[in-house]
């Protein structure tokens, strides 16, 4: 009786439904009936399903009927489960020494006053390559971006380091900028410039850089020198949102826009080294400064390492942030989606005398479905292991040291490169850990691909046997030819649509478009 007066409804009234509903309900529905079927296998019910799977959200009104989405989504992931894209360009790389490659924006500098951008392009999101320049009153010495706010983010060289006969302490200075013409961004705080205070004397301080929407986070580093200094500013405002100060921080990333990722793998006080990852509430702002263990939410905790293994180096990759959204303007059919993405945490160790690397794969869906499960009133609460890595995590040794260019993950995707040998050409491997689409078992006709779901075991580095079991899918695809023999690529990057080869000893890009 119930299933009759639902459809007794008019059919306008049912497609407006199903049209509100989430791809998992309209998968149910399907089941109900064969009309509720023949409306969850039409293209709008289809699109939704699609953009599920795919890990995309659906974009703004445009000329993009859903037929046309469903139709470009399709060919869209047929070409990245094939790595087959469809145009390639070579391009140099220029003589500056600053680059930066988010949201579809590569950017490099050719003097320390000028940077190029280029818009990437892409067949199957109907966007045309752009390109300019922006002439800058200042020195360059880090920079980063986010083209959906039209922000670009830009580090002063300290006066200090240009001047050999300067003593005193100056403050770093970050400038406020538009992307595109290199003016004071409009939301910036009227100076259009924070300033933070450092020994801007010292020439080895190296920064890194991330923006998530109003927030923007800045590690300043300064080996041998003075603790690791951690920075939050609402940049809208010029307010700071948190400080953190300790000689174990290593690395960091926004993993929502509640939550900041500080990662620590440099314990002086324990036998064993232990890695570990901080979460931090930056929605309770301080404008104190605080030790790294003062006021953390969580933390997960790795193995412990051998006695033998000495950490170098740690790092946490991501793309894009939490607070991603495309420029509505752009009219884009559709875009990825924010939700489920990638994390990549990298250490780097000594072990037997030989430097080596390992890989952690984690899902933010992974670690913020742990901090969920938690009461709000915790503090400085820590999980184990055994909690959440044996089953939520993938840890590899890494497929090469790490290396300058390190954009090589976007949304649930990791892109690296195979050495040649004498026997086998370059090739092309991704990682995609989108569970959905493997749950889909989309191999498409020309693909290599296969999934893995054994367990990976590592018996030697930590104190104990490791096992994770996180599964993935494995895309390859042998590089053409090479045009000119001596040309060797030896990095590889990622965007939306786009993978971007790195010859570094002939300062060479090439661009692959899908």
């Not at 008019?10 to 009936?33: A, G, N, Q």
């Not at 993009?64 to 360009?89: G, P």
């Not at 409009?186 to 020439?203: C, E, G, K, T």
């Not at 040309?487 to 060479?508: G, K, Q």
Request: hydrophobic fraction near 40%.
């Amino acid at each position: 009786m119930e299933d009759a007066m639902l459809t007794s409804l008019p059919v306008e009234l049912i497609y407006k439904i199903f049209s509100l509903l989430d791809w998992r309900t309209i998968l149910v529905c399907r089941e109900v009936c064969r009309f509720f079927r023949s409306i969850a296998e039409g293209d709008r019910a289809q699109y939704e399903i699609e953009l599920a799977v795919s890990g995309m959200m659906d974009g703004p009104p445009s000329p993009f009927t859903t037929s046309d989405r469903l139709a470009l989504l399709k060919e869209r992931n047929a070409a990245w489960e094939s790595l087959r894209w469809v145009e390639s360009q070579d391009i140099p790389m220029m003589q500056g020494h600053v680059w930066e490659l988010y949201g579809g924006v590569f950017a490099q500098s050719s003097t320390p006053d000028v940077l190029h951008f280029r818009q990437l392009p892409s067949k199957y999101r109907n966007i045309e390559e752009k390109r300019w320049g922006v002439a800058l009153d200042i020195h360059v010495r880090d920079f980063t971006m986010d083209p959906a706010q039209d922000l670009l983010v830009l580090i002063e060289q300290p006066k200090s380091l240009l001047d050999p006969n300067a003593t005193s302490t100056r403050g770093i200075r970050i400038h406020l900028r538009s992307l595109t013409t290199g003016d004071r961004h409009r939301l910036a705080p009227q100076s259009a410039i924070l300033v933070h205070d450092l020994d801007a004397r010292n020439i080895r301080v190296t920064y890194t850089l991330q923006v998530c929407g109003n927030l923007l986070g800045i590690l300043f580093t300064h080996p041998g020198d003075a603790d690791p200094e951690l920075t939050i500013w609402d940049w809208t405002t010029g307010k700071v949102t948190l400080t953190c100060f300790s000689s174990e921080i290593a690395t960091f990333a926004f993993l929502s826009s509640r939550f900041l990722l500080v990662g620590s793998v440099f314990d002086p006080e324990a036998s064993n080294a232990q890695a570990r990852l901080y979460v931090f509430d930056i929605t309770q702002p301080s404008g104190e400064k605080f030790g790294l263990v003062a006021n953390y939410f969580c933390a997960f905790l790795w193995p412990e390492f051998d006695f033998w293994t000495s950490p170098l180096t740690f790092s946490i990759r991501s793309d894009p942030s939490p607070a991603w959204q495309p420029n509505p303007e752009a009219q884009l059919p559709f875009s990825t989606a924010t939700g489920d993405r990638l994390f990549i945490i990298t250490v780097s160790l000594v072990y037997n005398g030989r430097i080596t690397s390992y890989d952690m794969f984690v899902s933010a869906d992974t670690l913020l479905s742990h901090i969920k499960a938690l009461p709000t009133e915790v503090r400085s609460h820590d999980i184990k292991w055994d909690e959440w890595g044996p089953t939520g995590t993938r840890l590899m040794r890494s497929l090469s040291l790490p290396h300058p260019w390190v954009c090589y993950v976007f949304g649930t995707k990791f892109v690296s490169l195979a050495e040649p040998t004498h026997t086998s050409p370059q090739t092309l491997e991704i990682r995609d850990f989108n569970q959905l689409a493997m749950k889909r078992d989309a191999r498409v006709e020309g693909g290599i691909s296969h999934h893995v779901r054994d367990t990976t075991v590592i018996r030697n580095v930590f104190a104990n046997e490791i096992h994770t079991s996180l599964p993935y899918r494995v895309i390859k695809r042998t590089l053409p030819p090479r045009p000119l023999p001596e040309l060797l690529f030896t990095a590889v990057m990622c965007s939306e649509d786009n993978l971007i080869l790195v010859d570094s000893s002939h300062r060479h890009l090439r661009i692959l478009t899908f």
